[in-house]
C-alpha cells in the first residue's frame, strides 16, 4: 500500500508560482510512475504531468512550457513546479503513483490539494 501525502497549493495571482510536493511512503524506485492530475469543479479529473521510474516525462498541452515535473530519489518526493500560472489552473491537484506487478497496474491517490489562481 502506498500512502501519498501533497503540500504545496494556496492561492496566487495569475503569473505567479508554486511549487506542489508529493511525498511517497514506499521508495519511489518501488512505483513504476507518478504523476499530478487536477479537478475543477465540474470537469473531470485530467492528467497534468507524469514522470516514470527511469525519467520519462509526459505532460498535458496546456501546461507544456509552464509546468515542470521532477522527483528527488532520496526523499520519495515528486514535484511539480507551476510556473506562469493562469486562472484556468484552478482547480484540486491530485498526486497519483501506479504500481505494475505483473499485468496488474495498481494506482494510488493523495488526498489534493487546493490551487487557486486569480485574475
Known amino acids: 500500500q502506498v500512502q501519498l501525502v501533497e503540500s504545496g497549493g494556496g492561492l496566487v495571482q495569475a503569473g505567479g508560482s508554486l511549487r506542489l510536493s508529493c511525498g511517497s511512503s514506499?521508495?519511489?524506485?518501488?512505483?513504476?510512475?507518478m504523476g499530478w492530475y487536477r479537478q475543477a469543479p465540474g470537469k473531470q479529473r485530467e492528467l497534468v504531468a507524469a514522470i516514470t521510474t527511469i525519467g520519462s516525462t509526459n505532460y498535458a498541452d496546456s501546461v507544456k512550457g509552464r509546468f515542470t515535473i521532477s522527483r528527488d530519489n532520496a526523499k520519495n518526493t515528486v514535484y511539480l513546479q507551476m510556473n506562469s500560472l493562469k486562472p484556468e489552473d484552478t482547480a484540486v491537484y491530485f498526486c497519483?503513483?501506479?504500481?505494475?506487478?505483473?499485468?496488474?497496474?495498481?494506482?494510488?491517490w493523495g488526498q489534493g490539494t487546493q490551487v487557486t489562481v486569480s485574475s
Open positions: 514506499e521508495s519511489i524506485f518501488s512505483i513504476n510512475g
Open positions: 497519483n503513483a501506479w504500481v505494475l506487478a505483473g499485468t496488474t497496474t495498481t494506482g494510488y
